[in-house]
């Protein structure tokens, strides 16, 4: 089973329990539904998969580091400012005066259904111009965990090769995640799967969707025929939606259905599911309860407007993760079941 280890601090930075590397971008979420040429106002918020981890992490107890680039600008201001403000060190963000922060208009539905609606102005943007020459890779190494995602090496040509470059094996390399997060509006070029491929194979613990492996490699047969594409990882989660999530792992295959939740928004679930399973992994618990926290984590977001929710209080994940599998598949989960207070009856519903 794959546990992160405590790695030396190169240069002296100080190591942390994870680094997530990527691009953030100001986010405008609209007061209303509706499509873009009607929602009349916006509110500001942050957004980006893999800050979107660190700030999770961060809320949940965990040393998290974020490092990208963001523009000498007021958006690059803010992203940096809130960020931080989650606890996350973000002391290493690089600020480029010739490029401009990221930012995207979304529509309030589900990104699976034709209604939503997503308008990215990030092309040319300080986060695109990413390269290994160009950041901190001291920062970026010293951490028990690397996160990276495939929207990063989307981005273009050098942000590719800076992902080849931190998946590269290599001696006293962190354990290296890899969320596969496939986005076919940010690809370039046909070949986006191979691109994909190479780093996801190359990582310690792999995330995907059932759906983006579909869409990326063309592989319908359900998690065993994405574990045949991808026998090299040492732990591969297949996420299948509504139904739940299966991990290979040195043990074998796991299982863990997905709980039933009211949702408010699905917007964000992914990256908390991620923040879950990595916070799970770094203390060491067992693969069952790493898909159970991912799961939880998710919940959270699922049951907030926004891409960003507060995680359950430890003690509390921990007991629902404990249950048996009768009472994990009771649960009802609703609008604001993180902040009851332990033990209270509406806490969760079950049937």
Same mark, same amino acid.
């Given at each position: /089973?794959?546990?992160?280890?405590?790695?030396?601090?190169?240069?002296?930075?100080?190591?942390?329990?994870?680094?997530?590397?990527?691009?953030? /971008? $100001?986010?405008?979420?609209?007061?209303?539904?509706?499509?873009?040429?009607?929602?009349?106002?916006?509110?500001?918020?942050?957004?980006?998969?893999?800050?979107?981890?660190?700030?999770?992490?961060?809320?949940?107890? #965990?040393?998290?580091?974020?490092?990208?680039? $963001?523009?000498?600008?007021?958006?690059?201001?803010? @992203?940096?400012?809130?960020?931080?403000?989650?606890?996350?060190?973000?002391?290493? $963000? !690089?600020?480029?005066?010739? !490029?401009?922060?990221?930012?995207?208009?979304?529509?309030?539905?589900?990104?699976?259904?034709?209604?939503?609606?997503?308008?990215?102005?990030?092309?040319?943007?300080?986060?695109?111009?990413?390269?290994?020459?160009?950041?901190?890779?001291?920062?970026?190494?010293?951490?028990?965990? @690397?996160?990276?995602?495939?929207?990063?090496?989307?981005?273009?040509?050098?942000?590719?090769? =800076? $992902?080849?470059? =931190?998946?590269?094996?290599?001696?006293?390399?962190?354990?290296?995640?890899?969320?596969?997060? #496939?986005?076919?509006?940010?690809?370039?070029?046909?070949?986006?799967?191979?691109?994909?491929?190479?780093? +996801?194979?190359?990582?310690?613990?792999? =995330?995907?969707?059932?759906?983006?492996?579909?869409?990326?490699?063309?592989?319908?047969?359900?998690?065993? +025929?994405?574990?045949? @594409?991808?026998?090299?990882?040492?732990? @591969?989660?297949?996420?299948?939606?509504?139904?739940?999530?299966?991990?290979?792992?040195?043990?074998?295959?796991?299982?863990?259905?997905?709980?039933?939740?009211?949702?408010?928004?699905?917007?964000?679930?992914?990256?908390?599911?991620?923040?879950?399973?990595?916070?799970?992994?770094?203390?060491?618990?067992?693969? !069952?309860?790493?898909?159970?926290?991912?799961?939880? /984590?998710?919940?959270?977001?699922?049951?907030?407007?926004?891409?960003?929710?507060?995680?359950?209080?430890?003690?509390?994940?921990?007991?629902?993760?404990?249950?048996?599998?009768?009472?994990?598949? !009771?649960?009802?989960?609703?609008?604001?079941?993180?902040?009851?207070?332990?033990?209270?009856?509406?806490?969760?519903?079950?049937?």
């Amino acid at each position: /089973m794959t546990t992160p280890g405590h790695l030396p601090a190169p240069d002296d930075v100080p190591v942390v329990d994870v680094v997530a590397l990527g691009e953030s /971008m $100001v986010t405008f979420l609209p007061t209303r539904p509706g499509r873009l040429a009607d929602v009349p106002s916006f509110e500001r918020a942050i957004g980006g998969a893999e800050s979107n981890v660190a700030c999770v992490l961060a809320a949940a107890g #965990h040393s998290a580091r974020w490092v990208g680039r $963001v523009g000498a600008d007021g958006f690059g201001d803010h @992203l940096v400012e809130a960020i931080g403000s989650y606890g996350v060190d973000v002391s290493h $963000v !690089r600020r480029d005066p010739a !490029r401009p922060t990221g930012v995207y208009f979304r529509t309030a539905g589900d990104r699976a259904t034709d209604t939503h609606e997503v308008a990215y102005y990030r092309a040319g943007s300080a986060a695109s111009a990413m390269t290994a020459d160009n950041l901190d890779l001291a920062a970026v190494r010293a951490g028990r965990v @690397l996160h990276l995602t495939g929207i990063t090496a989307a981005l273009s040509a050098g942000c590719l090769e =800076l $992902v080849r470059e =931190l998946t590269a094996p290599r001696p006293g390399r962190p354990l290296v995640s890899f969320d596969v997060n #496939h986005r076919p509006g940010l690809w370039r070029e046909a070949d986006a799967g191979r691109a994909l491929l190479e780093p +996801a194979r190359r990582a310690d613990l792999v =995330l995907v969707g059932e759906d983006e492996a579909a869409e990326a490699w063309g592989v319908t047969g359900g998690p065993d +025929a994405i574990r045949g @594409l991808l026998p090299q990882p040492p732990v @591969l989660v297949v996420k299948q939606g509504g139904r739940g999530a299966v991990a290979f792992h040195p043990g074998g295959r796991t299982s863990v259905p997905a709980l039933h939740v009211a949702v408010v928004s699905p917007i964000g679930a992914g990256d908390a599911f991620a923040a879950g399973f990595l916070s799970a992994t770094l203390r060491g618990l067992p693969v !069952r309860d790493r898909l159970r926290h991912g799961h939880l /984590m998710a919940a959270a977001a699922l049951t907030v407007p926004g891409d960003l929710a507060a995680p359950p209080a430890r003690h509390h994940a921990d007991r629902l993760a404990a249950l048996d599998e009768a009472a994990w598949g !009771r649960l009802r989960l609703g609008p604001g079941w993180t902040r009851t207070a332990e033990g209270a009856e509406e806490e969760v519903r079950t049937p």
